[in-house]
T-cell receptor
């Protein structure tokens, strides 16, 4: 079943912060985050493995609450280059074996204005 | 490594024709995935290979779709008797479980238009 992302769209001015949420009904092994710009392929941002870790990548960070099967992506001090559609991809916890197959959310459109 | 390469970038075909797409993954990646993406939606899983073995195929995929990965290198996705509903972007991605970077590297995709 597809994870649910919220909000569906966000409009920001440069320098503002945003949070994008991803929620799954399944037990998860990992959560991936990708950014896709119009007409381009999705680009990997980061992966969070079960264990409730939080990771950072420049001014973009993410958390993963394994018990709630939720992940959040935090974008701080947004830049124009952050504009795009953000997807979470969830990998189900297949009892210790996983093919790495991801199920993607419907996406969150982020627009950053000057 | 130049990343994941997909060919062709665009394909326009008449309904009922067969089409074949090619994906060349990152050479050290043993996992290869095919996804389909339509406008405004996230990528939808089609099939997965580990080396040359096709380990999973989406139940949504009809018998008109077939994929191969001979010798665990490049992969092909064939759609027979295309229908207008097959129009979409077909994405290939590769990954590895080596080290700590499990993320997908996507190719630029093949945009299929069935007229």
């Amino acid at each position: 079943q597809q994870p649910v992302q919220s909000p569906q769209a966000v409009i920001l001015r440069e320098g503002e912060d945003a949070v994008i949420n991803c929620s799954s009904s399944k037990a998860l092994y990992s959560v991936h985050w990708y950014r896709q710009k119009h007409g381009e392929a999705p680009v990997f941002l980061m992966i969070l493995l079960k264990g409730g870790e939080q990771k950072g990548h420049d001014k973009i960070s993410a958390s993963f609450n394994e018990k709630k099967q939720q992940s959040s992506l935090y974008l701080t001090a947004s830049q124009l280059s952050y504009s795009g559609t953000y997807f979470c991809g969830t990998e189900a916890n297949a009892g210790g074996t996983s093919y790495g197959k991801l199920t993607f959310g419907q996406g969150t459109i982020l627009t950053v204005h000057p | 490594d130049t990343g994941v390469s997909q060919n062709p970038r665009h394909k326009i075909t008449k309904r009922g024709q067969n089409v074949t797409f090619r994906c060349d993954p990152i050479s050290e990646h043993n996992r290869l995935y095919w996804y389909r993406q339509t406008l405004g939606q996230g990528p939808e899983f089609l099939t997965y290979f580990q080396n040359e073995a096709q380990l999973e195929k989406s139940r949504l995929l009809s018998d008109r779709f077939s994929a191969e990965r001979p010798k665990g290198s490049f992969s092909t996705l064939e759609i027979q008797r295309t229908e207008q509903g097959d129009s979409a972007m077909y994405l290939c991605a590769s990954s590895t479980r080596q080290g700590t970077n499990y993320g997908y590297t996507f190719g630029s995709g093949t945009r299929l238009t069935v007229v």
